[in-house]
Each structure stands twice: as C-alpha cells, then as structure tokens.
C-alpha cells in the first residue's frame, strides 16, 4: 500500500521554466491539498481539492495552476517558476476536508535558480 | 498574526523529562486540532489529535485542548532521543472551508 506518492523527489529549474509535480493517492480518499515548506513558515496551504471535480486556492496560490485529474491523481504546475518557489512542496490527501488524518507523501524539494 | 502560532523553539529537554509544546490559534470557531511530528527530512506524520475541551492521553502523549483561552499543548512524557523532531501543531478552519492550517513548528531535541 503505497499511501502518497509524489514525483519528482527532488528537481531544479531555471527562472522562468515550467513544470508539474504529480502525486497520487490509493486510499480511496476525497480530498487532495498541496503545501510548501519554506524554513520557519510551516506548512502553507497553496490549492486543495475537497472532492474529485473540484478545486480551490489555499493561502499562498500565485504562481501555481492544479489538476484533479480523477480521484487519485492532484497535479501541482508552475508555469513559470520564479526563485521565491524555492521550496519543499508536500503532497496529501484525507477521507474529507477538515477534521480527519491527512497522509502526506515524502516531498519534492524544488530549487529555482 | 498567523491563525496557529508556535514557540519555534529550539526545545531541549533531557532524556526521560516531560516535554511541553505549546499552541495558540485566533479562530475562535475552531473545533479540531492535530498534532503532526516531522523528522529531519521527511513528511509530516499524524500523533494526536482533539476535538474535546480538556486532556486526551494516548501512550506517553498527552493533548490538550482550552477553547475558552485558544490554546492547545502536546506532553510527551518519559522523552526518548526519538522523539527529537518537529512537531507540528494544526487547527480547523471554520466556516464551510474547513481547511487545516498549520503552525510553523516547534524543534524538539532530547538529549540522552
């Protein structure tokens, strides 16, 4: 049982560069969220989706664009990356929004040069 | 001012000592609360979490939850050098939302 998978593990871009950071779930769950952790800043939500079909801006959405592409997969894409994305962006998902465990994948680790 | 709010720490305690995190958050209507512990280069990973005024034991964990002063707390009693991490303190938004907002993290280290 593979929880959340995220890809890639790690990644550099130059300024002005496009990518998408994948992840997957096989928990069966509802909601997806994308966050990134910049030292001392916690974890800050950018987009979520609560159900398959849906989506919505979290705290910190500038910059970046997001796919549900079914109810396993949350796309996170930078369609040009800036050196304020650097960043370690965290994948999860829960059962529902709100109150219940969230299972977070291992991170990707973007630098922006 | 953040919605969850953590002494950053550095937190040293020394072996076999209580450790004591501490949170505060501004949204009066939050009802749940978590508790997620981050080691040095990996996820964040779920321990506790409280829904209910009052104390909430789990092994050597303890949350605790004061709606009426906006505080929560995480006790790990008998620390190991395991439990040397960053803890991670959540709250849920009100309103239709509902989305878990984090605090920036309190690092724990035990020291044997």
């Known amino acids: 049982n593979a929880g959340v998978t995220q890809t890639p593990k790690f990644q550099v871009l130059k300024t002005g560069q496009s990518m998408t950071l994948q992840c997957a779930q096989d928990m069966n769950h509802n909601s997806m969220y994308w966050y990134r952790q910049d030292p001392g800043m916690g974890l800050r939500l950018i987009y979520y989706s609560a159900s398959e079909g849906t989506t919505d801006k979290g705290e910190v959405p500038n910059g970046y664009n997001v796919s549900r592409l079914n109810k396993r997969e949350f796309s996170l894409r930078l369609e040009s990356a800036a050196p304020s994305q650097t960043s370690v962006y965290f994948c999860?998902?829960?059962?529902?929004?709100?109150?219940?465990?969230?299972?977070f994948g291992q991170g990707t680790r973007l630098t922006v040069v | 001012q953040k919605e969850v709010e953590q002494n950053s720490g550095p937190l040293s305690v020394p072996e076999g000592a209580i450790a004591s995190l501490n949170c505060t958050y501004s949204d009066r209507g939050s009802q749940s609360f978590f508790w997620y512990r981050q080691y040095s280069g990996k996820s964040p990973e779920l321990i506790m979490f409280i829904y209910s005024n009052g104390d909430k034991e789990d092994g050597r964990f303890t949350a605790q939850l004061n709606k009426a002063s906006q505080y929560v707390s995480l006790l790990i009693r008998d620390s190991q050098p395991s439990d040397s991490a960053t803890y991670l303190c959540a709250g849920v938004r009100s309103g239709s939302a509902r989305q878990l907002t984090f605090g920036s993290g309190t690092q724990l280290t035990v020291l044997p």
């Open positions: 999860a998902s829960s059962y529902r929004v709100g109150d219940t465990e969230a299972f």
